[in-house]
Protein backbone atom coordinates (compact mmCIF):
# COMPACT_ATOMS: atom_id res chain seq x y z
CA UNK A 1 0.00 0.00 0.00
CA UNK A 2 1.34 3.60 -0.64
CA UNK A 3 1.71 5.79 2.21
CA UNK A 4 0.51 9.08 2.44
CA UNK A 5 2.88 11.93 2.40
CA UNK A 6 0.74 14.26 3.65
CA UNK A 7 0.47 14.60 7.49
CA UNK A 8 -3.00 13.01 8.92
CA UNK A 9 -4.98 14.98 12.04
CA UNK A 10 -6.89 12.97 14.25
CA UNK A 11 -10.01 15.55 14.30
CA UNK A 12 -10.03 15.64 10.11
CA UNK A 13 -9.29 11.95 10.29
CA UNK A 14 -12.66 11.45 12.31
CA UNK A 15 -13.99 14.18 10.68
CA UNK A 16 -15.10 15.19 14.80
CA UNK A 17 -15.95 18.31 13.78
CA UNK A 18 -19.18 16.77 11.49
CA UNK A 19 -19.49 14.41 13.91
CA UNK A 20 -20.28 16.19 16.74
CA UNK A 21 -22.23 19.15 15.03
CA UNK A 22 -25.15 16.82 14.42
CA UNK A 23 -26.49 16.75 17.67
CA UNK A 24 -29.83 19.06 16.82
CA UNK A 25 -32.57 18.90 19.63
CA UNK A 26 -36.10 19.02 18.21
CA UNK A 27 -36.69 21.17 21.27
CA UNK A 28 -34.09 23.33 20.93
CA UNK A 29 -35.82 24.39 17.65
CA UNK A 30 -39.16 24.51 18.72
CA UNK A 31 -37.89 27.72 21.34
CA UNK A 32 -37.70 25.50 24.71
CA UNK A 33 -34.60 22.93 24.99
CA UNK A 34 -34.96 19.50 27.06
CA UNK A 35 -32.10 18.68 28.75
CA UNK A 36 -32.08 14.95 27.89
CA UNK A 37 -32.71 15.30 24.40
CA UNK A 38 -29.20 15.27 23.06
CA UNK A 39 -28.78 12.17 25.25
CA UNK A 40 -31.78 10.66 23.50
CA UNK A 41 -30.28 11.64 20.08
CA UNK A 42 -26.51 10.52 20.88
CA UNK A 43 -27.48 7.07 21.74
CA UNK A 44 -29.49 6.41 18.68
CA UNK A 45 -26.77 7.93 16.70
CA UNK A 46 -24.51 5.62 18.37
CA UNK A 47 -27.28 2.81 17.41
CA UNK A 48 -27.10 3.47 13.95
CA UNK A 49 -23.41 3.10 13.89
CA UNK A 50 -23.31 0.01 15.78
CA UNK A 51 -25.65 -1.52 13.07
CA UNK A 52 -23.00 0.24 10.36
CA UNK A 53 -20.57 -2.21 11.34
CA UNK A 54 -23.23 -4.71 12.09
CA UNK A 55 -24.28 -4.76 8.60
CA UNK A 56 -20.26 -3.97 7.62
CA UNK A 57 -19.43 -7.57 9.54
CA UNK A 58 -22.53 -9.45 7.70
CA UNK A 59 -21.77 -8.54 4.20
CA UNK A 60 -18.39 -10.12 4.87
CA UNK A 61 -19.45 -13.40 6.36
CA UNK A 62 -22.34 -13.09 3.87
CA UNK A 63 -19.72 -12.74 0.75
CA UNK A 64 -17.58 -15.63 1.98
CA UNK A 65 -20.24 -17.93 2.04
CA UNK A 66 -21.93 -17.43 -1.51
CA UNK A 67 -18.47 -19.14 -2.83
CA UNK A 68 -19.13 -22.66 -3.90
CA UNK A 69 -16.65 -23.87 -2.15
CA UNK A 70 -15.80 -23.22 1.43
CA UNK A 71 -12.28 -23.74 3.02
CA UNK A 72 -11.75 -24.10 6.88
CA UNK A 73 -9.56 -20.90 6.63
CA UNK A 74 -12.70 -18.90 5.47
CA UNK A 75 -15.08 -20.34 8.42
CA UNK A 76 -13.05 -19.32 11.06
CA UNK A 77 -12.43 -15.46 9.56
CA UNK A 78 -17.03 -15.95 9.71
CA UNK A 79 -16.53 -16.96 13.18
CA UNK A 80 -14.66 -14.21 14.28
CA UNK A 81 -16.69 -12.01 12.00
CA UNK A 82 -19.60 -13.34 14.09
CA UNK A 83 -17.85 -13.03 17.22
CA UNK A 84 -17.33 -9.07 16.40
CA UNK A 85 -20.82 -8.98 16.03
CA UNK A 86 -21.45 -10.62 19.00
CA UNK A 87 -19.77 -7.84 21.07
CA UNK A 88 -21.69 -5.01 19.08
CA UNK A 89 -24.99 -6.83 20.28
CA UNK A 90 -23.70 -6.60 23.95
CA UNK A 91 -22.88 -2.92 23.50
CA UNK A 92 -26.28 -2.31 21.98
CA UNK A 93 -27.67 -3.72 25.11
CA UNK A 94 -25.79 -1.58 27.41
CA UNK A 95 -26.56 1.35 26.10
CA UNK A 96 -30.13 0.72 27.10
CA UNK A 97 -29.13 1.19 30.40
CA UNK A 98 -27.64 4.57 30.12
CA UNK A 99 -31.01 5.43 28.26
CA UNK A 100 -32.76 4.20 31.17
CA UNK A 101 -30.82 7.53 33.56
CA UNK A 102 -33.65 9.17 31.83
CA UNK A 103 -37.17 9.29 33.43
CA UNK A 104 -40.13 9.46 31.92
CA UNK A 105 -40.78 12.45 32.84
CA UNK A 106 -37.67 13.80 31.59
CA UNK A 107 -38.56 11.73 28.33
CA UNK A 108 -42.31 13.79 28.33
CA UNK A 109 -40.27 16.79 28.05
CA UNK A 110 -39.21 16.56 24.19
CA UNK A 111 -41.60 13.03 23.22
CA UNK A 112 -44.30 14.59 21.37
CA UNK A 113 -41.93 16.60 19.21
CA UNK A 114 -40.80 13.49 18.04
CA UNK A 115 -44.04 12.22 16.21
CA UNK A 116 -44.43 10.48 13.54
CA UNK A 117 -40.43 9.43 13.85
CA UNK A 118 -39.35 6.35 15.11
CA UNK A 119 -36.81 3.45 15.47
CA UNK A 120 -39.57 1.12 13.09
CA UNK A 121 -37.96 3.66 10.88
CA UNK A 122 -34.45 2.53 11.23
CA UNK A 123 -33.18 1.16 7.84
CA UNK A 124 -29.78 -0.11 8.57
CA UNK A 125 -32.06 -2.45 11.59
CA UNK A 126 -34.32 -3.55 8.70
CA UNK A 127 -31.66 -4.45 6.25
CA UNK A 128 -29.88 -6.00 9.12
CA UNK A 129 -32.99 -8.73 9.92
CA UNK A 130 -33.18 -9.45 6.23
CA UNK A 131 -29.89 -10.38 5.80
CA UNK A 132 -29.81 -12.39 8.29
CA UNK A 133 -32.85 -14.34 7.16
CA UNK A 134 -35.76 -13.16 9.27
CA UNK A 135 -39.10 -14.77 7.50
CA UNK A 136 -41.06 -12.59 6.40
CA UNK A 137 -43.93 -14.70 7.32
CA UNK A 138 -43.04 -14.53 10.66
CA UNK A 139 -42.79 -10.47 10.56
CA UNK A 140 -45.24 -8.91 12.91
CA UNK A 141 -47.56 -6.05 11.19
CA UNK A 142 -47.05 -2.65 11.15
CA UNK A 143 -50.83 -2.08 12.66
CA UNK A 144 -52.25 -3.50 9.81
CA UNK A 145 -49.67 -2.79 7.06
CA UNK A 146 -46.50 -4.25 6.12
CA UNK A 147 -43.26 -3.18 8.31
CA UNK A 148 -42.26 -1.09 5.11
CA UNK A 149 -45.33 1.05 5.42
CA UNK A 150 -43.20 4.11 7.96
CA UNK A 151 -40.00 4.17 5.11
CA UNK A 152 -39.69 6.85 2.74
CA UNK A 153 -39.97 5.29 -1.15
CA UNK A 154 -36.52 5.41 -1.68
CA UNK A 155 -35.74 3.72 2.18
CA UNK A 156 -38.77 1.31 0.74
CA UNK A 157 -36.96 0.74 -2.03
CA UNK A 158 -33.40 -0.48 -0.35
CA UNK A 159 -35.04 -2.71 2.19
CA UNK A 160 -37.38 -4.39 -0.73
CA UNK A 161 -34.40 -5.17 -2.38
CA UNK A 162 -32.57 -6.64 0.68
CA UNK A 163 -35.63 -9.44 0.64
CA UNK A 164 -34.49 -10.71 -2.74
CA UNK A 165 -31.49 -11.14 -1.95
CA UNK A 166 -29.28 -14.40 -0.42
CA UNK A 167 -29.65 -14.26 3.36
CA UNK A 168 -27.07 -15.55 5.44
CA UNK A 169 -29.53 -18.28 6.52
CA UNK A 170 -30.23 -19.47 2.81
CA UNK A 171 -26.55 -19.44 2.56
CA UNK A 172 -25.63 -21.38 5.34
CA UNK A 173 -28.55 -23.84 4.77
CA UNK A 174 -26.66 -24.37 1.23
CA UNK A 175 -23.50 -25.00 2.86
CA UNK A 176 -24.87 -27.60 5.12
CA UNK A 177 -26.40 -29.00 2.25
CA UNK A 178 -22.96 -29.60 0.62
CA UNK A 179 -21.48 -31.55 4.03
CA UNK A 180 -19.45 -34.24 2.31
CA UNK A 181 -19.38 -35.80 5.43
CA UNK A 182 -22.64 -37.64 5.29
CA UNK A 183 -22.50 -40.71 2.96
CA UNK A 184 -19.22 -42.68 2.56
CA UNK A 185 -18.75 -45.79 1.09
CA UNK A 186 -19.12 -48.00 4.81
CA UNK A 187 -21.02 -45.78 6.68
CA UNK A 188 -24.18 -43.87 6.11
CA UNK A 189 -24.85 -41.50 9.17
CA UNK A 190 -28.67 -40.96 8.81
CA UNK A 191 -29.21 -44.63 8.67
CA UNK A 192 -26.77 -45.15 11.94
CA UNK A 193 -28.33 -42.48 13.75
CA UNK A 194 -31.70 -43.21 13.11
CA UNK A 195 -30.75 -46.88 14.43
CA UNK A 196 -29.03 -45.78 17.37
CA UNK A 197 -31.97 -43.38 18.10
CA UNK A 198 -34.53 -46.24 17.74
CA UNK A 199 -32.25 -48.14 20.44
CA UNK A 200 -32.42 -45.37 23.07
CA UNK A 201 -35.80 -44.81 22.97
CA UNK A 202 -36.67 -48.75 23.29
CA UNK A 203 -34.12 -48.27 26.11
CA UNK A 204 -36.57 -45.73 28.03
CA UNK A 205 -39.55 -47.33 27.52
CA UNK A 206 -37.96 -50.05 28.91
CA UNK A 207 -36.92 -48.17 31.60
CA UNK A 208 -39.97 -47.02 32.31
CA UNK A 209 -41.97 -49.96 31.79
CA UNK A 210 -40.54 -52.04 33.74
CA UNK A 211 -39.42 -49.15 36.87
CA UNK A 212 -40.62 -51.06 40.27
CA UNK A 213 -41.33 -48.04 42.20
CA UNK A 214 -44.19 -46.56 40.35
CA UNK A 215 -47.53 -48.03 40.08
CA UNK A 216 -49.43 -49.23 36.69
CA UNK A 217 -51.20 -46.10 36.26
CA UNK A 218 -48.26 -44.03 36.88
CA UNK A 219 -46.37 -45.93 34.32
CA UNK A 220 -48.61 -45.63 31.66
CA UNK A 221 -48.98 -41.78 32.53
CA UNK A 222 -45.02 -41.95 32.10
CA UNK A 223 -45.66 -43.92 29.22
CA UNK A 224 -47.99 -41.42 27.18
CA UNK A 225 -45.82 -38.52 28.03
CA UNK A 226 -42.80 -40.21 26.76
CA UNK A 227 -44.53 -40.60 22.87
CA UNK A 228 -44.40 -36.89 22.40
CA UNK A 229 -40.71 -37.30 22.61
CA UNK A 230 -40.91 -40.31 19.96
CA UNK A 231 -42.79 -38.18 18.16
CA UNK A 232 -40.51 -35.33 17.96
CA UNK A 233 -37.80 -38.05 16.82
CA UNK A 234 -39.90 -39.55 14.59
CA UNK A 235 -40.13 -36.20 12.53
CA UNK A 236 -37.03 -35.33 12.24
CA UNK A 237 -36.03 -38.98 10.83
CA UNK A 238 -38.29 -38.66 8.63
CA UNK A 239 -37.71 -36.41 6.15
CA UNK A 240 -41.44 -36.63 4.47
CA UNK A 241 -42.47 -35.68 8.05
CA UNK A 242 -39.85 -32.69 8.22
CA UNK A 243 -41.36 -31.29 4.78
CA UNK A 244 -44.88 -31.11 6.20
CA UNK A 245 -43.36 -29.09 9.36
CA UNK A 246 -41.64 -26.79 6.78
CA UNK A 247 -44.73 -26.47 4.83
CA UNK A 248 -47.08 -25.79 8.16
CA UNK A 249 -44.44 -23.10 9.41
CA UNK A 250 -42.49 -25.05 12.50
CA UNK A 251 -39.64 -25.60 10.87
CA UNK A 252 -37.34 -23.62 8.04
CA UNK A 253 -34.13 -25.82 7.65
CA UNK A 254 -34.52 -28.34 5.16
CA UNK A 255 -33.55 -31.64 5.85
CA UNK A 256 -30.78 -32.64 4.26
CA UNK A 257 -29.21 -29.24 6.18
CA UNK A 258 -31.06 -30.26 9.25
CA UNK A 259 -28.80 -33.88 8.73
CA UNK A 260 -25.44 -32.07 8.42
CA UNK A 261 -25.96 -29.93 11.18
CA UNK A 262 -27.15 -32.80 13.48
CA UNK A 263 -23.94 -34.56 12.67
CA UNK A 264 -21.65 -31.43 12.99
CA UNK A 265 -23.04 -31.37 16.71
CA UNK A 266 -23.10 -34.53 17.81
CA UNK A 267 -19.32 -35.45 16.12
CA UNK A 268 -18.31 -31.90 16.92
CA UNK A 269 -15.14 -33.56 18.87
CA UNK A 270 -13.80 -34.45 15.66
CA UNK A 271 -10.93 -31.73 14.65
CA UNK A 272 -12.30 -31.20 11.31
CA UNK A 273 -15.69 -30.26 12.56
CA UNK A 274 -14.74 -28.00 15.41
CA UNK A 275 -15.32 -25.14 13.35
CA UNK A 276 -18.58 -25.44 11.88
CA UNK A 277 -19.46 -25.97 15.55
CA UNK A 278 -18.67 -23.15 16.83
CA UNK A 279 -19.86 -21.28 13.59
CA UNK A 280 -23.48 -22.76 14.08
CA UNK A 281 -23.12 -22.44 17.59
CA UNK A 282 -22.55 -18.84 16.90
CA UNK A 283 -25.88 -18.25 15.49
CA UNK A 284 -27.85 -19.46 18.33
CA UNK A 285 -26.22 -16.43 20.45
CA UNK A 286 -26.82 -13.62 17.98
CA UNK A 287 -30.18 -14.59 17.85
CA UNK A 288 -30.34 -15.14 21.69
CA UNK A 289 -28.93 -11.47 21.71
CA UNK A 290 -30.80 -10.02 19.42
CA UNK A 291 -33.99 -11.30 21.13
CA UNK A 292 -32.53 -10.37 24.24
CA UNK A 293 -31.54 -6.77 23.23
CA UNK A 294 -34.82 -6.64 21.92
CA UNK A 295 -36.65 -7.85 25.83
CA UNK A 296 -34.57 -5.39 27.04
CA UNK A 297 -36.15 -2.62 24.48
CA UNK A 298 -39.47 -3.55 25.30
CA UNK A 299 -38.93 -2.98 29.09
CA UNK A 300 -37.51 0.62 28.64
CA UNK A 301 -40.16 1.06 26.33
CA UNK A 302 -42.84 0.31 29.34
CA UNK A 303 -40.85 2.26 31.42
CA UNK A 304 -40.84 5.25 29.51
CA UNK A 305 -44.14 5.41 28.22
CA UNK A 306 -46.76 2.62 30.05
CA UNK A 307 -49.31 1.14 27.72
CA UNK A 308 -49.26 4.50 25.79
CA UNK A 309 -48.86 3.75 21.89
CA UNK A 310 -45.28 4.33 20.18
CA UNK A 311 -44.21 7.38 18.19
CA UNK A 312 -44.23 5.26 15.57
CA UNK A 313 -47.73 4.45 16.26
CA UNK A 314 -47.47 0.98 17.29
CA UNK A 315 -48.64 -0.05 20.32
CA UNK A 316 -45.10 0.43 22.49
CA UNK A 317 -44.16 -2.89 24.94
CA UNK A 318 -46.76 -5.22 23.73
CA UNK A 319 -45.22 -4.99 19.66
CA UNK A 320 -41.80 -5.00 21.16
CA UNK A 321 -42.66 -7.85 23.31
CA UNK A 322 -43.99 -9.72 20.54
CA UNK A 323 -41.49 -9.37 18.65
CA UNK A 324 -38.69 -10.37 20.76
CA UNK A 325 -40.56 -13.69 20.27
CA UNK A 326 -41.15 -14.29 17.04
CA UNK A 327 -38.35 -11.91 14.98
CA UNK A 328 -35.39 -15.17 15.13
CA UNK A 329 -34.02 -16.33 12.59
CA UNK A 330 -31.63 -19.55 13.59
CA UNK A 331 -34.16 -21.10 15.79
CA UNK A 332 -33.94 -24.60 13.77
CA UNK A 333 -30.38 -24.64 14.89
CA UNK A 334 -30.80 -24.22 18.76
CA UNK A 335 -33.79 -27.11 18.64
CA UNK A 336 -31.33 -29.53 17.55
CA UNK A 337 -30.59 -30.05 21.20
CA UNK A 338 -33.50 -32.46 21.26
CA UNK A 339 -32.67 -34.81 18.81
CA UNK A 340 -28.45 -35.10 20.45
CA UNK A 341 -28.22 -38.79 22.04
CA UNK A 342 -25.18 -39.20 24.55
CA UNK A 343 -21.81 -40.16 23.27
CA UNK A 344 -21.90 -43.25 24.48
CA UNK A 345 -25.21 -44.38 22.06
CA UNK A 346 -23.64 -42.18 18.97
CA UNK A 347 -22.54 -44.97 16.50
CA UNK A 348 -18.48 -45.73 16.15
CA UNK A 349 -17.25 -44.57 12.86
CA UNK A 350 -15.25 -46.43 10.91
CA UNK A 351 -10.92 -45.44 11.44
CA UNK A 352 -10.91 -43.96 7.59
CA UNK A 353 -13.71 -41.81 8.60
CA UNK A 354 -12.04 -40.60 11.84
CA UNK A 355 -8.95 -40.44 9.68
CA UNK A 356 -10.70 -37.76 7.08
CA UNK A 357 -12.75 -36.02 10.29
CA UNK A 358 -8.76 -35.12 11.51
CA UNK A 359 -6.96 -31.63 10.88
CA UNK A 360 -7.22 -32.47 6.98
CA UNK A 361 -9.94 -33.68 4.78
CA UNK A 362 -9.51 -34.46 0.69
CA UNK A 363 -13.40 -35.03 -0.70
CA UNK A 364 -11.18 -37.57 -2.88
CA UNK A 365 -9.95 -39.38 -0.45
CA UNK A 366 -13.67 -41.17 0.31
CA UNK A 367 -16.62 -40.78 -0.75
Do not use: C
Amino acid sequence: MKKDSKSLYYKEYLKLDELLSIQSPRSKELGKEAHDETLFIIVHQVYELWFKLFLHELDFIIKLFREEEIDESNIGRGVAALNRILEIQELSIRQIRLLETMTALDFLEFRDFLFPASGFQSVQFRLIENKLGLDGSMRLKYGSSSYKMPLKKSDESTVTKSENQPSLFSLIEAWLERTPFLEFKNFLFWDQYSEAVKNMLAEDRKRISENPNVSADEKAFHLKEYASTEANFDAIIDDKAHDDLIKSGHRRLSHKATQAALLIFLYRDHPILHLPFKLLSKLIDLDESLTAWRHQHALLAQRMIGTKIGTGGTTGNTYLSKAAETHKVFTDFANLSTYLIPRSALPDLPENIIKNLGFYYSPSSDS
